[in-house]
């Protein structure tokens, strides 16, 4: 009886020390104001709910010592007895003020959510280890008759009932922290993504962002639902092995010395099967850039046979070299996993055969032994089966953190505006003596091609016109011009004012020559959309398409009638500098002259800057100024052939 109060004070020590500790975090964090108040009525309901969790734990406190010593053992006035109730009492009384401490923190949330689900999982995750470990004995304290057949089956249901409900409710929480953290993940690559300069954002490939937010978001997620099993499995085999240690230390130290040994030989192994998904998870990048250029190349490749057949030959070959690499992968996999259960297999016959043949154990001691060890194995291999998921969302987390990591230089970040920038006019657009190359792998000496010197210069009511030919540099110049690139030296200015390359867009519209429509309609002037539907009737398109909750009813339309609809947005966003690049070349002979003749003049009118990248020498004559490029200069073009140099 006195070994059996001395566990029950240890065990009491332990919870108080937990609670004790618990209490003075969290009211530290309560005065440094990271938890806030939280009343709710739902919190009032969780509360006393989570009661339900725990009762079974006071039911077995209960019921313990009646199965163990004696059915009256609550009403046994002895001095060896009494000792044993209050400790129970004391234990019980631990219990109560444990949980309603610890429970006290669901009205005061920590103001980061991950940390109130962390800490409440961890408590929660406990107490399913701690059930199942209590199976365990309980099965081997009735197998050897040391337990009456009713009690095993008090303490059977009150295990099974806690393990049940604790379980669900881990889980649960498990899949919101999951959940939760996909979110934030896919929100924290979508905010870097927007935060990439332009030309970061050429030089990433598609599958790359794809593979992030797929993958290896994917595999966080999925981990998150397979580390409440390992935890409740580790906290398992830790309380099957603190019984096993109560039975005989040299049989369980030989078996913790085997397990030890195969995490060892696991860990070695370690490295090849990082190596090896990390090189799949690679080479899966390459697939799918494939597949997007499949989906974007699709009516190109569709055409002819010999397309099709050669790119359906490069997919086969990135997607066996991705299958392989994965497969490489599994059979390192396969043999950890075996390695494993051989040699839990051997560590359990040497620990519950030979070692208690050596030391002559008594069969009943050995019935435990091998009944707690066996049981031993299910957690074992959960925790094993887990591992390789823990190594997968670790390369995930690694990648994810590199990608975010890479926009992380100042240079690189296409920054953020402090307010939002909306400027009805602009006198005076200046660019001065810019310069841009585009640099291969950022090495100077790898120039493929640069612009400038660039001088130029457009007023309130001016209409700009481009020309010049293909590579000349006009695109480029668009993109220096609205801030996609920074220039590499040279100033760019605003009503006189140097303006920084990362707010330059603010002041523009743009359609591109390879623009994209989307079906939502982002970023107009509310105060233009009431005049959207008599534009899209000037712009022929009201018997094509509406506008409902804020998106076109459909783009499912022709090039000619998107681009239109492309001009009318941009016409809506009422920016108060225009580029159209090639903007009027899909147009049909009467909307183009709508576009210059109507359209352009009204935006002029209104005093807007208009820049235009055109070839329709017809309507050159409106245009305040011409501008050619070549070789990446720009100068002033009089169309009746004379050029002056900038
Ligand atoms: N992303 C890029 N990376 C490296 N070099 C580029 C890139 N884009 C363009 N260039 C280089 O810049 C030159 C000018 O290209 P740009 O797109 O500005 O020409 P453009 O006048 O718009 O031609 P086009 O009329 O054919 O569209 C090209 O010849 C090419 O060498």
Not at 244 to 272: A, C, D, E, Q, R
Not at 348 to 353: E, H, P, R, T, V
Request: proline share 2%; hydrophobic share 45%; with cysteine.
């Amino acid at each position: 009886m006195e070994n059996a109060v001395f566990k029950i004070h240890v065990l009491g020590i332990i919870i108080a020390l937990i609670g004790v500790t618990y209490s003075v975090v969290a009211f530290t964090q309560l005065l440094r104001k990271k938890r806030k108040k939280d009343f709710s009525s739902k919190n009032f309901y969780n509360y006393l709910l989570g009661f339900l969790a725990v009762t079974p734990l006071f039911i077995a406190l209960y019921f313990l010592p009646i199965a163990l010593y004696n059915e009256n053992f609550w009403s046994i006035k002895s001095p060896n007895y009494e000792v044993v109730q209050n400790s129970v009492i004391q234990l019980g009384l631990i219990i109560t003020v444990f949980y309603f401490i610890t429970r006290t923190t669901l009205f005061f949330p920590h103001v980061n959510k991950f940390h109130n689900i962390i800490s409440s999982l961890i408590l929660v995750s406990f107490i399913p280890g701690i059930a199942n470990s209590f199976i365990v004995s309980i099965v081997s304290q009735f197998v050897n008759g040391g337990m009456d057949v009713r009690y095993s089956l008090i303490f059977f249901a009150l295990a099974t009932y806690s393990y049940v409900v604790t379980i669900r409710i881990s889980k649960r929480k498990t899949a919101y922290l999951g959940a939760e953290m996909a979110q934030e993940f896919n929100m924290m690559v979508f905010n870097k993504v927007f935060k990439f300069s332009y030309r970061k954002f050429e030089n990433i490939k598609s599958g790359r962002i794809y593979t992030i937010l797929n993958d290896d978001i994917g595999s966080i997620f999925f981990f998150s639902q397979v580390a409440i099993h390992i935890f409740t499995n580790v906290v398992t085999a830790t309380l099957v092995f603190v019984y096993l240690f109560s039975l005989n230390l040299y049989s369980t130290l030989t078996l913790l010395g085997s397990i030890g040994f195969i995490f060892v030989l696991y860990s070695f192994m370690g490295g090849p099967l990082t190596r090896a998904w990390n090189f799949s998870r690679t080479k899966r990048e390459e697939f799918t850039n494939l597949v997007v250029g499949l989906i974007n190349g699709f009516k190109e490749l569709v055409l002819h046979q010999v397309q099709r057949d050669e790119y359906g030959k490069d997919m086969e070959e990135r997607s066996s070299t991705f299958y392989q690499a994965q497969l490489k992968a599994t059979y390192i996999d396969v043999n950890k996993t075996l390695l494993s259960e051989i040699s839990f297999t051997v560590a359990i016959g040497i620990s519950c055969l030979v070692l208690p043949f050596i030391l002559h154990f008594e069969k009943q001691l050995i019935t435990t032994y091998v009944i707690a060890t066996l049981f031993l194995w299910g957690p074992f291999s959960n925790i094993i089966a887990g591992i390789p998921r823990i190594i997968n969302a670790k390369i995930s987390w690694k990648r994810i953190q590199n990608f975010l990591g890479e926009a992380d230089t100042k240079e690189e970040l296409y920054l953020e505006s402090k307010e939002s920038i909306r400027v009805s006019t602009v006198d005076k657009l200046q660019i001065k003596d810019v310069y841009y190359n585009y640099q291969i792998n950022g090495n100077v000496d790898d120039i493929s091609y640069g612009i400038g010197p660039i001088n130029f210069e457009v007023n309130q009511g001016d209409i700009v016109f481009i020309i010049g030919g293909n590579g000349s540099g006009k695109t480029t110049f668009l993109k220096l011009l609205t801030g996609l690139y920074a220039p590499d030296s040279g100033h760019i200015l605003i009503n006189g004012k140097k303006t920084d390359s990362n707010i330059l867009g603010e002041y523009f519209s743009v359609i591109f020559s390879d623009f994209y429509l989307f079906k939502k309609i982002y970023g107009i002037n509310p105060e233009r959309l009431s005049q959207v539907y008599e534009w899209l009737d000037m712009f022929g398109l009201s018997n094509k398409v509406q506008i409902k909750d804020g998106a076109y009813t459909t783009i499912d339309l022709s090039k000619g009638q998107r681009k239109r609809l492309a001009i009318l947005k941009s016409y809506l966003e009422d920016r108060p500098i225009y580029f159209f690049d090639e903007c009027a070349a899909d147009l049909d002979p009467d909307f183009k002259d709508f576009f210059y003749n109507q359209l352009l003049k009204k935006m002029r009118d209104e005093g807007k800057l208009l820049i235009v990248i055109t070839h329709d020498d017809k309507y050159f004559d409106m245009a305040n100024k011409v501008y050619k490029m070549e070789m990446g200069t720009i100068s002033e073009y009089n169309y009746s052939g004379v050029i002056s140099e900038s």
